[in-house]
């Protein structure tokens, strides 16, 4: 009976640490550097990202260009808020900052939501081998982008 009491503990405290470990800084560490997406659509518009590790924090940049023109442009950080990690959004339109709370992770998938934002209402990031996927959802309005490192 305590060998099994063990077992279970040492389950559950390994199951705490890595929850720890993938909704931490370091678990998006990989996302520093410069991102952009993939041109093989032939499509006129471009997203780019770029990712810095400042202070505890992912720092970004979001920059969206159709035909030569940036047409958006965004500030972008992971941090944590509450013990929590957290993709914080600024555009222009907006006075406040978005920000979308870590809900779920697994492997290599990270999903923020916020159900209170008009569009999007959640971001995933996928990282795969050699870039990662977003993924931006809300209401019945979704997209896909693959970025690679540029």
């Known amino acids: 009976m305590s060998k099994m009491f063990l077992i279970?503990?040492?389950i559950i405290l390994w199951s705490?640490?890595?929850?720890?470990?993938?909704?931490?800084?370091?678990s998006v560490s990989w996302l520093e550097g410069n991102w952009v997406t993939d041109k093989s659509n032939s499509s006129s518009m471009l997203t780019k990202e770029q990712w810095k590790l400042e202070n505890q924090e992912m720092k970004g940049v979001g920059l969206v260009i159709k035909n030569s023109d940036t047409t958006l442009v965004e500030n972008l950080s992971l941090r944590m808020i509450n013990d929590t990690l957290s993709y914080v959004a600024e555009v222009p339109e907006n006075v406040e900052k978005t920000i979308f709370k870590l809900t779920s992770y697994k492997n290599d998938s990270w999903k923020f939501e916020n159900p209170k934002h008009d569009f999007p209402k959640s971001i995933e990031y996928i990282k795969k081998k050699g870039g990662f996927e977003a993924v931006v959802s809300g209401g019945d309005r979704s997209f896909k982008l693959i970025f690679k490192r540029d």
Do not use: H, R, Y
């Open 8 to 10: 279970l503990i040492s």
């Open 16 to 26: 705490c640490s890595n929850a720890v470990q993938m909704g931490s800084i370091e």
